[in-house]
């Protein structure tokens, strides 16, 4: 085996909760776990874990739960942030670890934010790439009112970019279903390049109840062609397909429908949810939804964090699959510069 091939686990934590994951670099090597979001795997991460083990760390991305391998719990109420947080806990335990480094992305970020937020401990520091850090919890109650209302006036767009957040609890059934229609078809609609020209310009999610639900109501994503920039192969669109199609959308869409509780845990967070160790914010300059370079969903992060880098990617909000080179370049300066004595020793 060569000392960067990407291996595959299971690690099944005390509470039962299973967790299948990739690693990749030496074992006894400062840890990087890598946590990605909806509706993804760990597979999202292949651009990162090879190049970060030939830096010198361990790295590891888990199946998160409701997803590929992993555990997929039949209750809704089993996706809240406490649980999600716990098999994060249970993993970094498995692998005989006290503290990591964790990225995030999408509903990832809100699951390293959280670790941070309540378990500083275990952390080196945390990095997230699109989703700014809100310690009151990413929901539409917080994020709402940080809305662009140039973009999304309040008379047409009342809850701008984040209706498809309150589409959800109306009728997820609905959302799944259209999802599920078919699997490769979601994937590949879902996943598109960043547009530079669509900056300031509404978000499709803005419209969502108004369309009737997900890709215009027509109960079914559109059949569009792989976009190469995030997806090089038809092999891997394929991965996501297979393993969307096995276990459903019903636990990844079950993560959008914890909005309350998730806020009552930000809330018991100690300090406020005041976060003190590095953290490295990417902002991705063509994310119509994740839209922090405009708007103000940035401002209450750098409020509540008192080490913060941030650093603007061009991409959209697939980043670290669309334009991993510059993630990866990202990421590597401010382990180096901000966490050195995590950075591997010669």
Request: aromatic share 8%; net charge negative; with cysteine.
């Amino acid at each position: 085996m060569m000392p960067h091939d990407v291996t595959e686990h299971v690690l099944r934590g005390p509470s039962g909760h299973a967790s299948f994951y990739l690693a990749c670099g030496a074992e006894d090597a400062p840890l990087i776990v890598f946590v990605h979001g909806w509706p993804e795997l760990s597979e999202s991460w292949r651009h990162q874990l090879p190049c970060f083990a030939a830096l010198g760390f361990r790295c590891v991305a888990p199946d998160m739960r409701g997803y590929g391998r992993s555990s997929v719990p039949a209750r809704r109420e089993d996706y809240t942030m406490r649980p999600i947080v716990r098999d994060m806990l249970e993993l970094l335990d498995g692998l005989g670890r006290e503290r990591a480094v964790w990225v995030g992305h999408d509903w990832g970020s809100p699951v390293v934010w959280s670790l941070a937020a309540h378990h500083a401990g275990r952390c080196h520091g945390v990095a997230s790439l699109c989703v700014p850090y809100i310690a009151g919890g990413f929901a539409p109650p917080n994020v709402i009112p940080l809305v662009d209302r140039e973009t999304y006036p309040e008379a047409d767009c009342p809850a701008g970019q984040w209706d498809y957040l309150l589409a959800y609890e109306e009728d997820c059934a609905a959302a799944v279903a259209a999802f599920e229609a078919d699997p490769a078809a979601t994937v590949r609609a879902l996943f598109r390049a960043g547009n530079a020209a669509a900056r300031g310009k509404p978000a499709r999610t803005a419209t969502i109840r108004r369309d009737g639900g997900w890709f215009g109501g027509a109960g079914r994503a559109p059949d569009v062609p792989r976009d190469p920039a995030v997806l090089a192969t038809e092999a891997e669109m394929h991965r996501y397909a297979a393993a969307l199609g096995r276990n459903g959308f019903a636990g990844p869409c079950a993560w959008y429908m914890n909005h309350a509780s998730n806020q009552a845990y930000a809330a018991a967070a100690p300090e406020g949810g005041r976060l003190s160790m590095p953290v490295l914010f990417l902002h991705a300059a063509h994310d119509q939804v994740c839209e922090t370079i405009d708007s103000r969903l940035a401002e209450p992060m750098r409020r509540d964090c008192a080490d913060l880098t941030e650093a603007t990617v061009a991409s959209g909000h697939w980043m670290a699959q669309e334009k991993p080179a510059a993630v990866n370049a990202a990421l590597a300066r401010w382990l180096a510069t901000r966490l050195p004595g995590v950075w591997p020793k010669p």
